[in-house]
């Protein structure tokens, strides 16, 4: 009896290897359309109260504007509001069974205020094939770039897919 290893036996209908590294370049670009969506005032205090920050910036003009605030401050996680009800695309990935999240990264910059017209652009910035003891995992990076109407950046968000 061998003790060699063996290479995982990859699927006949499954592209070749230098194929999915072909499609995973092709997807590094722009995705899908930007879009604009206005910071509202009902939307920060839900935001704010639904992850049980008090701070006033996030409900009274008078006190964000006296801690040096635009206006009325929205909370961090309201970005994931914008990005999952303002873009849209998909993967049709010709290889895998199944694509899994592998994490965020945040930049934070100008923060969103009531009233700030937000324009979310989406690109895919990194995709590449590697291998491993259980074969190819194809790693895709997506990122979310956050601007104002002044067009300053409020954030970034990276986000890394796996897919197997």
Sequence with gaps: M??????PVRDA?????????????ALIGPIGEEVTT????????????????RD?????????KARGYRGVVAP???LWLYFF???????????????????????????MVVGDRITVRAA??????K???SGRLGQVVSERRFTNQRGELCAVLRTTLFRR
């Design 85 to 111: 009800t303002c873009t849209i695309y998909k993967h049709d990935f010709p290889f895998g069974k199944a694509t899994v999240h592998g994490q965020d990264d945040y930049d934070f910059h100008e923060p």
């Design 124 to 129: 895919i910035t990194d995709a590449k094939l």
């Design 13 to 25: 209908a499954e592209p070749s290897d230098a194929e999915a590294e072909r499609f995973l370049a």
């Design 2 to 7: 061998s003790s060699a290893m063996t290479e």
């Design 56 to 64: 006033p910036i996030h409900f009274d003009e008078d006190a964000a």
């Design 131 to 133: 291998h491993g003891k």
């Design 38 to 53: 206005l910071v509202e005032l009902g939307a920060v205090r839900r935001m704010a109260l639904a992850i049980g920050d």
């Design 76 to 78: 961090w996680p309201l």
